[in-house]
C-alpha cells in the first residue's frame, strides 16, 4: 500500500482505531523507555522500579520515581500528534477510539475523549486498601506516599506493573474497537509489551487496514499494511493532509 492510499483509507474509514506508545511523547521532551541514551530504562532496571515486588521491597524509592516523573509531564505540553489526534477523533466522532499504552495524560490534556489509558496514569494513586482513585496533590505540594482520602491507607502509583494485568474493560474496549475498525494506526510503539501490542494484530486478523508511524522498523512492522518512516507529528499529518 503506498502513502496515498493509506491516506485515502484513512480519510473514508468510519471506524479507526489507534494505539499509541512512548514515541508518541517524544516530540514533548518525554524520554522513551527503551531508548539507549535517554530512556528511563537506560539508568535503572524496570524490576527495580515498576512491579510489585520492587514496590513490596522499597516503597518510598518506588514513590520518589513515579513523583519525579509525575513532576516531568506536569510540565510537558502536549505536541502536535496529540492534537492531530484529537482533530481525527472530532473528525470520526463515535467510530473513533484510541488505546494509549503512555501513562504521562497528555492525550486527554490535548482534547482526546474516547481514550483508555491501557497501562494507567502517573497522575492518580490508587488506595491499597480499599481500592479507591485519587488525584495526586500538584507536583509542587505533593508528598509522596499519599493517604487515601476515604480510608487514610497508603496508596500505590495508578500504573500497571510489570507482572500486572490490564484493566478489565478497557482491555475489552479496545480489542472490540480494534476488531471492528476498518483502519488501524499504531503510532510511536516498539510493539514489544502485550496484550497492548496484539490489538494491531486484531484489526488485521479482521481484514482492516494497519498502518504503522514510526522513524524505526518494530516488532509489528511485517505484519502491518502500511509503514510511515517519520516521527508522529510529522507522520500523522502526511496521513492525515495536514502537512
Ligand atoms: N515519533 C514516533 N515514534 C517514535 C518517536 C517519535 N518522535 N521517537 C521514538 N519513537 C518510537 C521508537 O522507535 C520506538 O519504537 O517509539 C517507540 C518507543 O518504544 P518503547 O520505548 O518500547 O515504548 P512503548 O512501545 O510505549 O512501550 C510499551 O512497555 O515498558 C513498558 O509499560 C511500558 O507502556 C510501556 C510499554
Known amino acids: 500500500m503506498t502513502l ?3 491516506r485515502a483509507a484513512l ?4 471506524r479507526v482505531a489507534v494505539l499509541t506508545g512512548a514515541g508518541v511523547s517524544a516530540e514533548s521532551g518525554i524520554p522513551t523507555f527503551r531508548d539507549a541514551q535517554t530512556g528511563h530504562w537506560a539508568r535503572f532496571r524496570p ?15 518506588v514513590w520518589e520515581w513515579y513523583a519525579g516523573r509525575y513532576r516531568d509531564v506536569t510540565r510537558a505540553q502536549p505536541n502536535k500528534a ?6 481525527l477523533e472530532r473528525e470520526k466522532g463515535d ?3 484510541l488505546a494509549t499504552q503512555n501513562v504521562d495524560g497528555l492525550h486527554a490534556r490535548a482534547g482526546s475523549e474516547r481514550l483508555v489509558e491501557l497501562h494507567g ?22 508528598t509522596p506516599p499519599p493517604t487515601c482520602p476515604l480510608c487514610g491507607s497508603r496508596m500505590r502509583p495508578n500504573i500497571v506493573w510489570f507482572g500486572e494485568f490490564l484493566p478489565e474493560l478497557a482491555l475489552e474496549a479496545a480489542t472490540r474497537a480494534f476488531q471492528e475498525a476498518e483502519v488501524a494506526l499504531i503510532v510511536g510503539t516498539s510493539g514489544q509489551v502485550y496484550p497492548a501490542a496484539g490489538l494491531a494484530l486484531e484489526t488485521r486478523r479482521a481484514g482492516g487496514v494497519v498502518i504503522e508511524v514510526n522513524p524505526d522498523e518494530t516488532e509489528l512492522t511485517s505484519s502491518l499494511t502500511h509503514s510511515v ?3 508522529a507529528s510529522k507522520g500523522l499529518a502526511a496521513l492525515m493532509g495536514e502537512a
Open 4 to 6: 496515498e492510499e493509506a
Open 11 to 14: 480519510h473514508t474509514a468510519r
Open 47 to 61: 524490576e527495580d522500579l515498576a512491579s510489585p515486588g520492587a514496590y513490596r521491597r522499597d516503597p518510598n524509592m
Open 82 to 87: 496529540h492534537h492531530l489526534l484529537a482533530l
Open 95 to 97: 467510530g473513533f477510539f
Open 121 to 142: 496514569n502517573l497522575s492518580t494513586a490508587r488506595c491499597e486498601a480499599c481500592g479507591t482513585v485519587a488525584p495526586l496533590p500538584a507536583p509542587d505540594t505533593f
Open 229 to 231: 518512516r517519520d516521527v
